[in-house]
Antibody
Framework: QVQLVQYGAEVRKPGASVKVSCKASGYTFTNSAMHWVRQAPGQRLEWMGWINAGNGNTKYSQKFQGRVTITRDTSASTAYMELSSLRSEDTAVYYC??????WGQGTLVTVSS | DIVMTQSPDSLAVSLGERATINCKSSQSVLYSSNNKKYLAWYQQRPGQPPKLFIYWASTRESGVPDRFSASGSGTDFTLTISSLQAEDVAVYYCQQYYTTPWTFGQGTKVEIK
């Protein structure tokens, strides 16, 4: 069955970067896209961008353009989302989602000095 | 971007009673070439990722109880819980996946009265 595995939590200081991983299994990784969605405490879900896992093409939300980079490693069936210049407002749970039906468990990123 | 607006923000319903959540999109999410509405509903419990309940605006995901139903036009959608159970307490989100950026409603918190 389709699984998207994300690991626990990260803590970063303001100005730093974080790279979150999402390991896929149960389907052909390169046949699908991978989206990244975040949820700040008490806030609605917010789409950040996506990658075509086959050809590596990406599209980012204008809000995060210039700060977010989504990549993939096809040999490891893993997608990555890197967010730079972190600020306290970036404290959130970051989810990967293959499509509406399949989501990872989320990675909590806390930005605090 | 397509703006998704849910109403109400919260809802308290007695056990066994009906709960209705509305979602409005700022533009149509009906794709005319396949006549599908790219609208999903999710249930989210605290500390959990969103769980897909409904896709194509009215198709129940496998395993979702049949007390959940959904309908809608190109811009106005409704999720109904016909007989509220204790395990239905959660936040419900609508989402359009017609285009990127995916956008989500602000969520509706369903509680027991």
């Amino acid at each position: 069955q389709v699984q998207l595995v994300q690991y626990g939590a990260e803590v970063r200081k303001p100005g730093a970067s974080v790279k979150v991983s999402c390991k896929a299994s149960g389907y052909t990784f390169t046949n699908s896209a991978m989206h990244w969605v975040r949820q700040a405490p008490g806030q609605r879900l917010e789409w950040m961008g996506w990658i075509n896992a086959g050809n590596g093409n990406t599209k980012y939300s204008q809000k995060f353009q210039g700060r977010v980079t989504i990549t993939r490693d096809t040999s490891a069936s893993t997608a990555y989302m890197e967010l730079s210049s972190l600020r306290s407002e970036d404290t959130a749970v970051y989810y990967c989602a293959r499509d509406p039906g399949y989501w990872g468990q989320g990675t909590l990123v806390t930005v605090s000095s | 971007d397509i703006v998704m607006t849910q109403s109400p923000d919260s809802l308290a319903v007695s056990l066994g009673e009906r709960a209705t959540i509305n979602c409005k999109s700022s533009q149509s999410v009906l794709y005319s070439s396949n006549n599908k509405k790219y609208l999903a509903w999710y249930q989210q419990r605290p500390g959990q990722p969103p769980k897909l309940f409904i896709y194509w605006a009215s198709t129940r995901e496998s395993g979702v109880p049949d007390r959940f139903s959904a309908s809608g036009s190109g811009t106005d959608f409704t999720l109904t819980i016909s007989s509220l159970q204790a395990e239905d307490v959660a936040v419900y989100y609508c989402q359009q996946y017609y285009t990127t950026p995916w956008t989500f409603g602000q969520g509706t918190k369903v509680e027991i009265k």
